[in-house]
């Protein structure tokens, strides 16, 4: 069955329950969608380990970008937001990130790496990924990617805007 025919009834016979169950819990289909997008956002596990937290930041910076861009990954976005007026599943989202830069970080920390503080790494890496996910999906290669990272930290400019 295509998405546009999703309903909440049609959610609640599944699940073996009546539809104000699912209204009660979720209001309408829009929250649901939002919980279940969020889940599905949830990394499946903690990041590889490469050695240095240069590279390891590239190999997230490059999987996230590639799994946030794909089809999904901007369906499940749009629906996390779209089904969410309080703002908690957008938090829920951030945190997701946050924790995996700071495994990131922990591990470089105990190799000697200085680690920049992960509100650097949000704005210089994250924000503009998610940009660029969201709104000019033409530059997502691991070239860019890895400039975000030599920004934040510190071996590098700002990325160059990517060509039309």
């Known amino acids: 069955m295509g998405r546009d025919a999703l309903t909440v009834p049609l959610v609640a016979a599944r699940a073996g329950v009546t539809p104000s169950t699912v209204y009660r819990r979720w209001g309408d289909l829009r929250e649901l969608l939002s919980d279940v997008a969020v889940e599905r956002l949830r990394p499946d596990g ?9 590279a390891d930041l590239e190999a997230w910076a490059v999987q996230f970008a590639e799994e946030m861009s794909s089809t999904a990954g901007r369906t499940y976005i749009r629906d996390a937001l779209l089904g969410d007026p309080e703002q908690g599943n957008a938090v829920r989202c951030s945190d997701y990130a946050v924790e995996q830069l700071k495994v990131l970080g922990v591990r470089a920390a ?8 992960v509100e650097t790494l949000l704005d210089v890496v994250v924000a503009p990924l998610m940009y660029r996910i969201l709104f000019r999906p033409s530059d997502l ?14 071996r590098g400019p700002l990325p160059p805007a990517a060509k039309s």
């Open 110 to 117: 105990g190799r000697g790496e200085a680690v920049p503080d």
């Open 141 to 154: 290669s691991a070239a860019y990617t890895d400039r975000l990272v030599a920004s934040a930290l510190g």
């Open 46 to 54: 903690a990041p590889a380990d490469h050695g240095s937290l240069q």
